[in-house]
């Protein structure tokens, strides 16, 4: 018969007073008796007897190992950086931890100990999932497609294949609109149009008060202006928003490389896709919006949120896939920030890249922080819920 975790407790708990008397051999035996009759690891039960009993005097017995190197102070300093960086994943959160706290300790918000200041900056991706874990909030929302294929004008923008982008370069992006409907997508709402480069991760968002083709274009020209790098080509989706005349002739007009992805193919999209979720549905939520004072406030919001997610947020690529039988085994680069990225590339000019690091160099993480979070609430006051 299975005995269960609180019974096999009770019978470690029975032997604890007859272990602590007991010499070496009497000890293993106890320990071989209860390794059968509980079924737990040796290592287990030794640590339970060895720690959950006191002394007649003094504190309690304390177990093997090394003392733990991080303790409340390093948790709450990593908690602090995790929150303000918008809940990255640890490997992320590594990479970014160096330049948040040179950050907060260059505009006076935080001081730190040269000791405590090297443990933090040397502290694993593992370390900080196991100080996190009881932290961390995972949410699985789903959202509604509203993209209309576009009929017209698709022999004249082609499928985008390897050789049509030189993905070497910054400057290639891949576009999406993501609709802020809620669950009801009748009459007019936001949009948000969302634009990744895909060498460095580069992202912009610009909202538009509906999909109509001139507020789409106005949008992308808007964001164009935002960019550090010259606009090189554009891959959008099938949607009538971007498949016009209207979108056409601007790509003509300014010599950029116009191509979309096949329908039904979403994964054709893959960078921007993934920044749908991890730039604007994780800061924006799925509540609905109208209005152009909605508008207004949310492209407020997205100016700094580029800040903060080009500037201070790493980002991985995956660099190699290899599929072993059943498994597909996937390789990423280290995380680096986008402005790293573009720091690290010969498009940009030295001037272009000083006055990038001296943007870099006087921007106020906690201040932007505190701004955006009075903003978000602005939108969230908006957002009709549904």
């Not at 505009?107 to 009881?134: N, V």
């Not at 201070?312 to 995956?318: A, R, T, V």
């Not at 890249?353 to 505190?370: C, G, N, P, R, V």
Request: glycine letters at 6%; hydrophobic letters at 35%.
């Amino acid at each position: 018969m299975d005995l269960t975790m609180a019974t096999k407790r009770q019978i470690i708990e029975r032997q604890k007073n007859p272990y602590r008397r007991a010499g070496k051999k009497e000890k293993s035996r106890i320990l071989q008796a209860l390794v059968t009759t509980t079924g737990l690891s040796r290592d287990h039960i030794s640590c339970v007897l060895r720690d959950q009993y006191q002394y007649q005097q003094g504190p309690v017995k304390p177990g093997r190992g090394r003392k733990a190197v991080y303790g409340m102070a390093h948790k709450e300093l990593l908690k602090r950086a995790w929150i303000l960086l918008h809940f990255p994943s640890s490997r992320r959160l590594e990479a970014a931890l160096p330049d948040v706290i040179e950050n907060l300790e260059q505009h006076g918000h935080l001081r730190l100990e040269a000791t405590f200041k090297q443990q933090m900056l040397s502290m694993s991706h593992g370390t900080m999932d196991r100080l996190l874990k009881h932290n961390r909030k995972q949410l699985n929302p789903f959202g509604r497609a509203t993209t209309k294929p576009g009929s017209l004008l698709k022999n004249q923008i082609p499928i985008r294949r390897g050789t049509d982008w030189d993905d070497s370069v910054p400057g290639f992006l891949e576009i999406d609109l993501v609709a802020h409907c809620g669950s009801e997508p009748r009459g007019e709402y936001l949009f948000t149009l969302n634009a990744t480069d895909v060498k460095t991760g580069w992202t912009e968002c610009w909202a538009v008060r509906n999909k109509a083709r001139v507020h789409t274009l106005e949008a992308m020209k808007s964001i164009e202006k935002r960019l550090p790098f010259p606009l090189r080509g554009i891959d959008s989706d099938n949607g009538s928003e971007f498949i016009n005349q209207h979108f056409l002739n601007y790509c003509k007009d300014k010599k950029i490389c116009f191509t979309r992805s096949r329908p039904n193919h979403s994964n054709d999209g893959c960078y921007v896709e993934q920044k749908n979720w991890s730039v604007v549905r994780k800061m924006i939520g799925y509540g609905r919006l109208e209005g152009q004072g909605a508008v207004d406030t949310l492209n407020q919001y997205y100016e700094l949120l580029s800040v903060l997610n080009n500037f201070f947020l790493p980002s991985q690529k995956l660099i190699q896939r290899v599929r072993d039988g059943s498994r597909v085994i996937r390789k990423h680069d280290l995380a680096i920030t986008p402005y790293r990225r573009l720091l690290i590339e010969d498009t940009l000019c030295p001037q272009q890249k000083e006055e990038l690091h001296q943007f870099f160099q006087a921007l106020d993480l906690l201040s932007i922080q505190k701004e955006m979070g009075e903003l978000l609430a602005q939108i969230q006051s908006l957002s009709l819920g549904y």
